[in-house]
T-cell receptor, first 116, second 109 residues
Framework: SQTIHQWPATLVQPVGSPLSLECTVE??????LYWYRQAAGRGLQLLFY??????ISSEVPQNLSASRPQDRQFILSSKKLLLSDSGFYLC???????????????FGPGTRLTVL | EDQVTQSPEALRLQEGESSSLNCSYT??????LFWYRQDPGKGPEFLFT???AGEEKEKERLKATLTKKESFLHITAPKPEDSATYLC??????????FGSGTQLTVLP
């Protein structure tokens, strides 16, 4: 069976510090991978998605970036955090097919980021 | 632009009191509608996918239905452990899922 891991689970960082959140998927090959941010009481906002190694699409302009160095590894980064970057960050995967957006996505446990 | 509206925002039920959650959507060419359950501080847990009007899916006390404009998540004889936020999402012409803001369900013992 497939499992998805995220770490760290919680993170408190000062404004202006760098960020690195990691997501890994087990039990599947060539998955589509996604980063979302969820603000309190609001829906999920898609930040990045990837259909393969080194292939990243950005949905929202911001000071965040994403990378996919390995097939089942997805990293969310920032060089300098802003207060507005606080939130709940979720990684998700879906089976890799041509019409990936029509498949259900499976979410990781999330990372709670607080920027002070 | 795809849009999803969920209602009510919050719902309190007594244990055993059946009810329905609504997900209204506007999408250019529906490719799929998804229901998730989210517990506080955790990632969403996939429940159902519906692809066409008239389709129904069931899991334990939950039943999801789909029309051309909305989806309902029916909860029959809920228990306190059904308390969670239920999220609806649609896949349309955009290469992403559009999520609603969710319905926070509380089932009182």
């Amino acid at each position: 069976s497939q499992t998805i891991h995220q770490w760290p689970a919680t993170l408190v960082q000062p404004v202006g510090s760098p960020l690195s959140l990691e997501c890994t998927v087990e039990g599947t090959s060539n998955p589509n991978l996604y980063w979302y941010r969820q603000a309190a009481g609001r829906g999920l906002q898609l930040l990045f998605y990837s259909v393969g190694i080194g292939q990243i699409s950005s949905e929202v302009p911001q000071n965040l970036s994403a990378s996919r160095p390995q097939d089942r590894q997805f990293i969310l980064s920032s060089k300098k955090l802003l207060l507005s970057d606080s939130g709940f960050y979720l990684c998700a995967w879906s089976p890799g097919t041509a019409k990936f957006s029509y498949n259900e996505q499976f979410f990781g446990p999330g990372t709670r980021l607080t920027v002070l | 632009e795809d849009q999803v509206t969920q209602s009510p925002e919050a719902l309190r039920l007594q244990e055993g009191e059946s009810s329905s959650l609504n997900c209204s959507y506007t999408v250019s060419g529906l490719r799929g509608l998804f229901w998730y359950r989210q517990d506080p501080g955790k990632g969403p847990e996939f429940l159902f996918t519906l692809y066409s009007a008239g389709e129904e899916k069931e899991k334990e006390r939950l039943k999801a239905t789909l029309t051309k404009k909305e989806s309902f998540l029916h909860i029959t004889a809920p228990k306190p452990e059904d308390s969670a936020t239920y999220l609806c999402a649609v896949a349309g012409s955009a290469r992403q899922l559009t999520f609603g803001s969710g319905t926070q369900l509380t089932v009182l013992p």
